[in-house]
């Protein structure tokens, strides 16, 4: 079991920036792939960022936010991090953290993937 706590959200400015965190707690952290889903108003979850579990470390983003946001992950803390850079209004929703150890079934951006939820962050960028 592991159980997923995220921080770091607030009301900003466009153009500014923010880091959400997501603490984990339990067993073997190092051991699941990490992400970040975020959720509109009236909108579908959607996939934002993804930390591969192994020494490679290796990150995947949806091309809305290439070059602004980092996915990045401390296994020492058992925590996951998205730098959020240059912010948009559009970037406005809930935005969670998820969990998986699967490698397959289904594709990484896929919410059916990942087996544990954290409870989301609000982050909402005005214009």
């Known amino acids: 079991q592991v159980q997923l706590v995220e921080s770091g959200g607030g009301l900003v400015q466009a153009g500014d920036s923010l880091r959400l965190s997501c603490a984990a707690s339990g067993r073997s952290f190092s051991s699941y792939a990490m992400a970040w889903f975020r959720q509109a108003p009236g909108k579908e979850r959607e996939f934002v960022a993804r930390i591969s579990w192994s020494s490679s470390r290796n990150t995947y983003y949806t091309d809305s936010v290439k070059g602004r946001f980092t996915i990045s992950r401390d296994n020492a803390k058992n925590t996951v991090y998205l730098q959020m850079n240059s912010l948009k209004p559009e970037d406005t929703a809930v935005y969670y953290c998820?969990?998986?150890?699967?490698?397959?079934?289904?594709?990484?951006?896929?919410?059916?993937?990942?087996?544990?939820w954290g409870q989301g962050t609000q982050v909402t960028v005005s214009s």
């Open positions: 998820a969990a998986t150890r699967s490698s397959g079934g289904y594709p990484y951006t896929s919410i059916q993937l990942y087996d544990y």
